[in-house]
């Protein structure tokens, strides 16, 4: 986030450090200067742009909806139309996305997700007192939004690269290298860095392609440094490693000098004047030189520790050419000695190499790092009847771990190292990092090796990836539709089957509105999904559709550690949710809505529903998980009553109030049990709540299979199942196995014994 007040500083002290730039015009500029002095090579490349990803995040989310889970296919169009603008321009871009969380910045890290908490807890009051969405002032990205946009912009052709370390180190250093023509973001450690200029995000207009550029030339001036003195600056006013509480007593001493010194206070913020105090104090302390930046004077009476932490936020900020030889070459491959007995170096490299490509996730976090993080979702700490996602999604996290984390013979369980997991859910203080073991993935064959399934070729080990990925979810019998309906489809039968056996609170009605949206999804466009009505929204309809995507992210990990048997694209957001979409399922299938309704009245929509339904009801019925069904009337959840303005707008659209809705609506039993995770009595690493978790309803009868109804549907033909848009995400594949022979038809034989009804 960088160095709080300083651009405010620049923008109220010293405007003329802010310029307005039209990135057309500076990229020409920039290319006539290459062509002065450099080679002809040099010289016929493109104007190129470092782009802070995380940074544009915010900007890009330009959705309506962004609470519902997000409007991904929107979304899509939103980045197509950014990127061509600067393609047009003949800018080319380099992302760059935050692939670590440094341990430096940890506690940074912590704050800020506990302050989102706060903000997601009046987010959910918001929607249960009346029924909509927030303001802008309560935004919340939608969840995975930075994962997936990185597989988003690939899918563009743009180049992208995910850190290693500290992403605004390695974009500065970046641009830097390669004689960018600036970095486009919104931190002010950009200014500190002795880069290529800083232009603003938040300034750009996307229509003009103008922004503003912070000159660090011209803000040096102004307050009498060079700008070898700014990284010490940076970190005597605090930033993300040193905080402005540890400093504190500096500054002070600080603005006391400057008030002496200058009795006619300068015409600017508080914030303003600190800054002038702090830079005297540094042009009086810190020598003019490159080499005296990592100096700490004796003068300034820090403990060991401050001084140490001081001089680590100084030089953080000089770039590899400006380090001295005493600095941590920060290019070395991390490993922790625990995996290495367990990895093998060749897996080590590929692993970085994919990672810093941003074609995985969560691989190199386990096997390089030894930790992995989540940040918020949109989960209501006050409802106890779902669980967070972080412990749904856990047994799945332990076995990508055991996968990526093989034993030998000469080494049991017990001796694979435990990862250290900071994910954030409602509960957790984030006091330290949970400790998780891996668990081993229980295949027929035995523990694939990971060379086998990253590098092995052949129909055989085609099979075998699948294998291994399905079984990370329990879920090995959805194998048989591998290849007879497409890619994504499949993925999101694994992710659903998945969470229905995790969540029991998870009924009928749930399921129809996951399923019902990824097969409509198929059929509608960007224009189609953000015209959908929405009487009223659901705050748990909002948990689950977070809850998906969440597993959406799961399921790209598993994908990726088993050696990729499922496309990444497949994997995408934008080919099987739809925030509105998945919302507006919702509220029919709790409404008692017939399945024709809930597919669009589409016959070929129909059929592929009630096929995956009916393997997704095996599959339950296997493990002994009977699905219930439980209507239950979404505007009960409002703790008051929509006023006669909110009704005469949406009269067509709210449910009817006659008494059999309000009995069918009711939700009985099973609310008690969600405190026991909230207590957070159990032992870190142990055993946790789900593991004991009972069958919380034993007496309503279920629908598995059925129709609401009575109704039944006669599928004629397989060939519905390739009816409508397919998936030209990624080229024809070689045969993956046996399943693949059968491509074309589903491998499951149709209990549904009568004809359509007529209108289907």
């Known amino acids: ?264 206070p300068h015409s600017g913020a508080p914030q303003g004047q600190m800054v002038l105090a702090v ?156 400790v998780v073991h891996p668990v081993s993935v229980s295949l027929p064959c035995g523990q694939p090796s990971l060379g086998l399934l990253w590098f092995g070729t052949g129909p055989e080990v085609s099979a075998l990836r699948l294998t291994s990925f399905l079984s990370i979810f329990d879920c090995l019998e959805i194998s048989q539709l591998f290849g007879a309906i497409e890619d994504s489809l499949l993925a999101a039968l694994c992710l659903v089957s998945y969470i229905v056996l995790q969540v029991q609170t998870l009924s009928q009605e749930d399921v129809d509105a996951y399923l019902s949206q990824a097969v409509c999804l198929r059929l509608k466009s960007p224009q189609e999904l953000q015209q959908i009505k929405l009487p009223f929204l659901c705050s748990r309809a909002v948990q689950l559709g977070s809850l998906y995507v969440r597993g959406l992210g799961h399921l790209l990990g598993a994908n990726c550690a088993s050696g990729c048997p499922l496309p990444s694209a497949a994997l995408m957001p934008w080919h099987s949710f739809d925030g ?15 399945t024709t309704v809930l597919l669009d009245s589409n016959s070929s929509c129909l059929s592929l529903f009630l096929c995956l339904r009916e393997k997704l009801t095996e599959t339950c019925r296997e493990r002994g998980r009977v699905l219930q069904s439980r209507p239950n009337r979404p505007e009960q959840s409002l703790k008051t009553t929509p006023g006669p303005r909110y009704r005469e707008r949406h009269a067509d659209q709210l449910p009817s109030d006659d008494e059999n809705w309000r009995d069918r609506g009711k939700t009985t039993g099973g609310h008690g049990h969600g405190g026991q995770w909230r207590e957070r009595g159990e032992a870190r690493g142990g055993r946790s709540h789900y593991e004991n978790r009972e069958e919380l309803w034993e007496t309503e009868g279920h629908r598995a299979g059925g129709m609401r109804g009575g109704q039944h549907f006669h599928p004629h033909s397989y060939s519905y199942y390739h009816d409508g848009p397919q998936n030209t995400s990624h080229p024809p594949r070689q045969p993956r196995g046996r399943s693949y022979r059968h491509r074309g038809r589903c491998q499951l034989a149709p209990r549904w014994s009568q004809p359509p009804a007529p209108g289907t």
Request: net charge neutral; aromatic share 8%.
């Open 1 to 264: 986030m960088g160095v709080k007040g300083l651009e405010g500083f620049m923008e109220r002290c010293c405007p003329e450090a802010c310029v307005t730039v039209n990135l057309r015009e500076m990229a020409r500029q920039h290319v006539a200067n290459i062509q002065q002095g450099c080679t002809a090579t040099a010289a016929t490349s493109s104007p190129t742009l470092v782009v802070d990803g995380m940074a544009c995040l915010r900007h890009w989310y330009s959705c309506k909806d962004w609470l519902c889970g997000g409007q991904w296919r929107e979304y899509m169009d939103v980045l197509k139309s950014w990127v061509e603008a600067f393609t047009v321009a003949g800018i080319r871009l380099v992302f760059f996305f935050d692939g670590v969380v440094e341990e430096q910045k940890r506690q940074t890290w912590v704050k800020r997700r506990r302050r989102v908490n706060g903000e997601i807890s009046k987010i959910f009051r918001h929607v249960k007192a009346h029924g909509e969405q927030p303001g802008r002032d309560l935004f919340c990205l939608p969840s995975g939004l930075a994962t997936f946009t990185c597989f988003a912009l690939r899918s563009l052709g743009q180049v992208v690269f995910r850190s290693v370390q500290e992403a605004d180190y390695e974009i500065a250093n970046y641009a830097l290298q390669h004689n960018s023509m600036g970095i486009l973001g919104q931190d002010s450690d950009f200014i500190i860095y002795n880069s290529v200029p800083y232009l603003s995000v938040a300034k750009l207009r996307i229509d003009r392609l103008t922004t503003v550029l912070y000159d660090r030339q011209k803000l040096c001036r102004t307050i009498g440094l060079t700008v070898n003195q700014l990284p010490p600056l940076a970190c005597l006013l605090g930033n993300d490693v040193v905080s402005e509480e540890q400093m504190q007593h500096i500054r002070s001493n600080a603005m006391a000098a400057y008030r002496i010194n200058n009795p006619t």
């Open 279 to 434: 830079s005297l104090l540094v042009s009086s302390l810190w020598g003019r030189e490159e080499e005296d930046s990592g100096f700490i004077p004796p003068s300034l009476n820090l403990s060991a520790p401050r001084r140490e932490l001081l001089k680590k936020g100084i030089c953080s900020y000089l770039l590899p050419k400006q380090q001295s030889v005493q600095q941590l070459d920060i290019s070395v491959l991390p490993s922790s000695p625990a995996f290495e007995k367990h990895v093998s170096p060749e897996i080590l490299k590929a692993c970085r190499e994919r990672h810093v490509a941003a074609e995985d996730f969560m691989v190199y976090s386990v096997l390089c790092e030894g930790v992995i993080e989540c940040s918020n979702t949109l989960e209501d700490e006050e409802d106890a009847e779902l669980l967070p996602q972080a412990l749904v999604y856990k047994p799945c996290r332990q076995h990508i771990y055991g996968l990526l984390l093989p034993h030998g013979h000469d080494c049991s369980s017990a001796d694979l190292p435990a990862i250290r997991e900071w994910f954030v859910y409602p509960g957790n203080p984030l006091r330290e990092p949970d």
């Open 580 to 594: 509105r979409l998945f919302h507006s399922k919702y509220l029919l299938a709790h409404s008692g809505a017939e």
